[in-house]
């Protein structure tokens, strides 16, 4: 039964088809760890249903809750959307909410997180419509390319005005090689924060917590591990209690949630969590494709001259770690995990610890190149308001406005080149 496994993990890579190349483990997984990665995928893809069920390994789903499933907001392990407009309600993507002051709070009746579903008997906690806003941008040589950004309108609110509030919609990132990104070490990370950089980049670390722990996952760095990413996925999506969030997903005012019945304490074990952290741990970003098309070449170098690789760093190297396969290794995450001010444009004046609102941490690329395959809805930027890679470039704005500029100011040669070189990824 183990070298099925092993048959099974491995058949189809490298080459995988586009729509499975973000499921694929890091080569190299023995017979127990493949079994390991098997029952952290199973629960990645499983529907939590509602306590009390009779399977009580699964159940603790809500009282208020997000999506049913990991999978639900990483379809294929890849990247989410946003909906085309207020009739469609979210399906990969979500809403932080936080009040303002120094540090801001969570709202002290909704959280920090918009939970549009409930269990029955328990309320959701109502619903946030997009609507789209455009704006036009001619590049150089009069190309017209068409921006748009989302504005959130909430409806439905079950339990009372929102009141002053800072909002942040999020699309559900691609979980592939995080395990990778988990292992870079601490100084690593400093080193890069310091370094001086041209065209007015910084970059810092997004410290978390009393231990000012470095942040590395979350779209501003606010976490600092991945199993702790992880549990608060978890908790904030789903409302699953795990050793981490050991307490229910409900503020004192929100009594329905509170009376609700449980599945556990706490719902998703402390094996469960190792098992599915080992998996996210383990799955490998995909391989590049076509690295010697001359489009891709000279989009590579294109990538080098415009300022891109500043800050999506080509490669990183893993320091000590566990995990025999993510100790001392190189790899090409295009990525310095380090947070950024972006502009006013793509601000949403929400601090995050250390991150200030107009800071995100720099996206890794690598498997961008496969994402629409993965998921036609697919959308670029923390909003998923870009619906190209070119649009993604264009919202770029303080430290990365530079290598916008250099984009904006390029024949369409080097710009449809630059564009292949980062499908290639």
Known sequence: MKRTLLILLYAASPALADREALTAPLPGLNASEQERFLRGRSLFRQSWVIAPARDRTVDGLGPLY???????????????????GPD???????????VPGTPPQAHPVYGDQLNEEGIPGVPGEGRAEVHWQTRQVTLADGHRVELRFPELRFVDLAYGELGPILVSPRVGPPVAGLGLLDAVDARTLAAMAREAKPDGVRGQVNRIGPGKHPGRFGLKANTSDLRSQIAGA????MSITSPLFPAENCTPAQTACRRAKNGGRPELSASQLADITFYVAHLAPPPRRN??????VRGSAHFAAFGCAVCHRPSLHTG????????RRSFSPYTDL????????LADDRPDHAASGSQWRTAPLWGIGVLAAINENVGYLHDGRARTLEEAILWHGGEGEAARRRYADADAAARHDLIEFLNSL
């Open 234 to 237: 978890f908790h904030g999506d």
């Open 320 to 327: 000590r770690s566990p995990q025999r396969l993510l100790d």
């Open 291 to 296: 690295t010697g098309a001359p489009a891709v």
């Open 338 to 345: 380090l947070v950024h001010d972006m502009g006013p444009g």
């Open 88 to 98: 469609q309600r979210m399906q990969t993507m979500l809403v932080r909410l936080s």
């Open 66 to 84: 997000n999506r049913i499933a990991c999978i639900s907001c990483h379809p294929k392990n890849g990247r989410g959307g946003a909906p085309e």
